[in-house]
C-alpha cells in the first residue's frame, strides 16, 4: 500500500514558478518509479514527467527544460519544479508511483495548477 499526497498547487502568472511535492508513504520508496502526470478538463491524463528507481529522468517534450523532477529517497518525497509556465500547462497534477515487480499503480489525489495570462 502507497498513500500519496501531493501540494505545492495554486495560481500563477505566465513566466512564473510553482514546486509541487508528493510525499509518499511507501515502506520501501526508493524501489518505486516515481511520476507526475496532469489532467486538464475534458482531457486525457497526460505523463508529463518520471525519475525510476535508478534515478533515470525522462520528460513529455512540451516541459522540457523548464520542469524538473528529482526524488529525495530520505524524506519518502518526489518534487516538480515547474519554472516558465504557460497557459496550457493549466491542469490536476497527479503524483505516480509504480512498482514494475509488483505490477501496482497508486495516484495521489492531485493539486490544482492554474496558469493565467
Known amino acids: 500500500q502507497v498513500q500519496l499526497v501531493e501540494s505545492g498547487g495554486g495560481l500563477v502568472q505566465a513566466g512564473g514558478s510553482l514546486r509541487l511535492s508528493c510525499a509518499a508513504s511507501?515502506?520501501?520508496?526508493?524501489?518505486?518509479?516515481m511520476g507526475w502526470f496532469r489532467q486538464n478538463a475534458g482531457k486525457q491524463r497526460e505523463w508529463v514527467a518520471t525519475?525510476?528507481?535508478?534515478?533515470?529522468?525522462n520528460y513529455v517534450n512540451s516541459v522540457k527544460g523548464r520542469f524538473t523532477i528529482s526524488r529525495d529517497n530520505a524524506k519518502n518525497t518526489v518534487y516538480l519544479q515547474m519554472d516558465s509556465l504557460k497557459p496550457e500547462d493549466t491542469a490536476v497534477y497527479y503524483c505516480?508511483?509504480?512498482?514494475?515487480?509488483?505490477?501496482?499503480?497508486?495516484w495521489g489525489q492531485g493539486t490544482q495548477v492554474t496558469v493565467s495570462s
Open positions: 525519475v525510476n528507481s535508478g534515478g533515470n529522468i
Open positions: 511507501a515502506r520501501i520508496f526508493s524501489m518505486y518509479q
Open positions: 505516480s508511483a509504480h512498482h514494475s515487480l509488483y505490477g501496482t499503480d497508486y
